[in-house]
Nanobody, 121 residues
Framework: QVQLVESGGGVVQTGGSLRLSCAAS????????VGWFRRAPGKERKFVGT????????DYADSVKGRFTISRDNAENTVYLQMNMLKPEDTAVYFC??????????????WGQGTQVTVSS
């Protein structure tokens, strides 16, 4: 079982930066693929990016490529989402999710509660 807690959200001006953290409990987190998602007000949840279990591979949605970076520190059981050059359209609740890499089938098994990011214009 893996429990995930996001933190680092807040209010930032356009062009600013934030770093979100996804802290996990459970030893298996180090072997999990982790994804970040977001849900804007009144919209469906959307994929932001993902990182494999050892940090060798990342992938991002086109809307955030070149601005957002996912990294992980398995010694600290934490995955990060560095967000730069933020835009008002990045305003959303951000979630992290995880699945053991060995069971990866495109679906995430564990989800955090989310952290709010608001970008003011």
């Amino acid at each position: 079982q893996v429990q995930l807690v996001e933190s680092g959200g807040g209010v930032v001006q356009t062009g600013g930066s934030l770093r979100l953290s996804c802290a996990a409990s459970g030893r298996t987190f180090n072997y999990c693929r982790v994804g970040w998602f977001r849900r804007a007000p009144g919209k469906e949840r959307k994929f932001v990016g993902t990182i494999d279990w050892n940090g060798d591979s990342t992938d991002y949605a086109d809307s955030v490529k070149g601005r957002f970076t996912i990294s992980r520190d398995n010694a600290e059981n934490t995955v990060y989402l560095q967000m730069n050059m933020l835009k008002p359209e990045d305003t959303a609740v951000y979630f992290c999710a995880a699945t053991p890499e060995a069971r990866w089938n495109g679906l995430y098994e564990y989800w955090g509660q989310g952290t709010q990011v608001t970008v003011s214009s």
